[in-house]
């Protein structure tokens, strides 16, 4: 693959299909095989669901490999491994046999440890019953690991990575305690970060903590050799938090039905109404697009958060929602029309696989 990165939608699904899309088939693959050999039963079980039911979370976060240049294939293998890791780790809290927010903490050490080259794996299951996982875990942090020992400028975005990643660990912690002690903690929480925040609500907040896109990003653009201190610091401060919250904030309202039904937390539900949470979503994509102006390669950029909307928007279930077909109009109307190519895209997608 050449190192420019493609500068329209259809050049960029292109690529994505021929090149990205299967090599994160050929990743998950192997992933899917060790996960398959885990010793303990519950631990098997979990990794082997996250694969199955979250492999698109790889693939939409593939797409940063583009900006890797030649190291493509190292960008996808850290990629997968890495989301994978979040997916498995988002399993074992979310259909716990623990409620200990310490178990929680220690479980995801594992995605700190897979950005630091040098750190020791340690015992992540230590504060739970199940144990003996044959290595899976401590072998996903490594294949990441190795990644981090490749990147020549690996101290520009080591702080930005674990900032990143420390805001991801507290949210994992905090929403899968027990029921009655999760908002408490989230605000509280969100009120340690008002500047940050930079005026978002706890939910808000919350949300824009709950993506992996700016970790992919730096670590792509690292890996394809482009990364300088000016750069690190606009990919954090645009994608944390208004790329990563309209991510999650998406991904949030198509799964309202779904978490009614099964009693789970949904940021999109704090919401006063949903005219209210139009505007706040119009607002971040605004936002993401003001932000994304500064950085090289910006299409591409855009193209990631309209291809967000069109992706998301596009998925069945928002028909179940109310007000979804107005809500789809007035966000892929906010986005431009390369969020509406890749809606229909999503649509024929869904419509072949029926």
């Given at each position: 693959m050449a190192s420019r990165v493609p500068t329209t939608a259809i050049t960029l699904m292109n690529a994505v299909y021929r090149k990205i899309f299967p090599a994160v088939r050929q990743e998950l693959s192997y992933w899917k095989t060790r996960a398959s050999q885990i010793p303990n039963s519950e631990l098997r079980a979990q990794a082997l669901a996250s694969i199955d039911s979250k492999?698109?979370?790889?693939?939409?976060?593939?797409?940063?490999?583009?900006?890797?240049?030649?190291?493509?294939?190292?960008a996808i293998r850290f990629i997968v491994a890495y989301?994978?890791?979040s997916d498995y780790l988002d399993n074992l809290c979310d259909r716990?046999?623990?409620m200990d927010p310490d178990d929680f903490r220690l479980l995801h050490e594992a995605m700190k440890d897979a950005l630091t080259p040098q750190a020791p794996i340690k015992n992540y299951y230590e504060l739970r019953d199940e144990q003996r996982d044959g290595e899976y875990l401590a072998d996903l942090v490594r294949t990441c690991q190795k990644t981090m020992r490749k990147l020549d400028n690996y101290s520009v975005i080591q702080d930005y990575l674990l900032k990143l990643e420390g805001l991801y660990a507290d949210l994992q912690v905090h929403k899968h305690v027990k029921a009655e002690e999760r908002i408490p903690r989230l605000t509280r929480w969100h009120d340690r970060y008002k500047e940050r925040a930079r005026g978002l609500s706890w939910y808000e907040f919350s949300a824009a903590a709950g993506s992996t896109l700016g970790i992919f990003c730096l670590v792509s653009y690292t890996l394809g050799?482009?990364?300088?201190?000016?750069?690190?610091?606009?990919?954090?401060?645009?994608?944390?938090?208004?790329?990563?919250?309209?991510?999650?904030l998406l991904d949030y309202y198509i799964d309202q039905q779904e978490d009614i039904e099964e009693e789970d937390l949904n940021f999109c539900s704090y919401y006063p109404d949903q005219e209210a949470m139009k505007k706040r979503l119009i607002y971040f994509?605004?936002?993401?697009?003001e932000h994304v102006e500064s950085l090289p390669n910006r299409s591409f950029h855009?193209?990631?958060?309209?291809?967000?909307?069109?992706?998301?928007?596009?998925?069945?279930?928002?028909?179940q929602l109310g007000g979804g077909l107005g809500m789809t109009n007035d966000l892929l109307k906010a986005s431009g029309h390369q969020a509406r190519f890749f809606h229909w895209n999503t649509k024929m997608y869904y419509k072949l696989k029926r």
């Open positions: 492999r698109f979370h790889c693939q939409g976060g593939a797409v940063y490999a583009l900006l890797a240049g030649f190291n493509w294939r190292e989301q994978t890791i716990s046999t623990s050799d482009k990364m300088n201190q000016d750069l690190a610091e606009k990919i954090y401060t645009g994608y944390f938090p208004y790329m990563q919250g309209l991510h999650i994509i605004e936002q993401s697009d855009q193209m990631v958060y309209q291809g967000l909307v069109g992706l998301y928007l596009g998925d069945p279930k928002v028909k």
